[in-house]
């Protein structure tokens, strides 16, 4: 469950960030001075239309790798536009059982700044995806879904649309004993929807995050800077389940990605990727998700839900957007 955006996506020079005020590797919601951006990348530049949002781009790929139509599903909330039935084929197309409520406001649109290094930067406009409600989630198709979902992902970015619905879905976790998992996002989200999180935090059984993310709640919580440290506290926050303690895992690029698990830590080395391989980096902690839940789902261990994770961003940089080949090689 997340927020589905038409991804516009352009390599754009520097000076483009500039104007609009975004740094490399920003994710912001859009405010009325990034209003422009969209029409003049569609106008100046070359662009690619890509299904988005983070939680559609992860669950595409789990989708992808499970490499069986139906095995995943996703809420969101569109407009009833062209835009909605571009993304709504797309994500169709790639198995995914696509539960959008429709509203009458035109549907989320993302800018994918690119820069000619491959870093990207994020401008999202929400527009319909900022009007989802828990309602959706009573009606029966989305109650049948529900019920056949073991695993359950909801990205930090729904935190600013519907925390009723996190909340909801998060009960129904505890209450039939599955699983509950979330991303931490970005980091203005930990900076200034605090209360938003400690409600939602409770609920989740698997958080994942990169390191600046991890920063910025060492930062808030007064954790310092160590990113072991920051995810055993992270992991030791109070939990509404007590099945299982919660599974902290924060990636951090091309360095080894850390996770907590049982409250021990554990490294899990990235294989170096050269640099004239590199595309673009968007998608990248979108993928390593998909990968990581896709194996996650047939019961596979830790490491190997990381190594999948890793897999499936080295194979989403090496290309434009969060796309991937017709055929999913992993093993």
Known sequence: MCNPLLDISAVVPAEVLAKYGVKAGDAVLAEEKHQPVYAELVKDFKVDYIAGGAGQNSVRVAQWMLNKPGMTAYFGAVGADAYAEQMKTQATKDGVNVQYMVTDQPTGTCAVLVTPDGERSLIANLAAANHFKASHLEAAESKA????????????????????????????????????????????????????????????????????????CGEKHGWGSDIPTIARNLAALPKASGLRSRTVVITQGSTATCVVQNGEVHTFPVEPLAKEALVDTNGAGDA???????????GQPLAKCVDAGHWAARVIIQRSGCSYPDVCEYK
């Open 288 to 298: 390593f998700v998909g990968g990581f839940l896709a194996q996650l789902a047939l």
């Open 145 to 216: 879904v529900i019920d056949q979902a073991s695993i359950m992902y909801i990205t930090g970015f729904f935190l600013t649309v519907s925390v009723d619905s996190i909340e909801a879905l998060g009960r129904h976790c505890v209450e039939q004993k599955k699983t509950l998992c979330m991303n931490l996002s970005a980091p203005f989200l930990i900076q200034f929807f605090g209360d938003q999180m400690a409600a939602a935090l409770p609920f989740v059984d698997i958080m994942f995050g990169n390191e600046s993310e991890a920063a910025a």
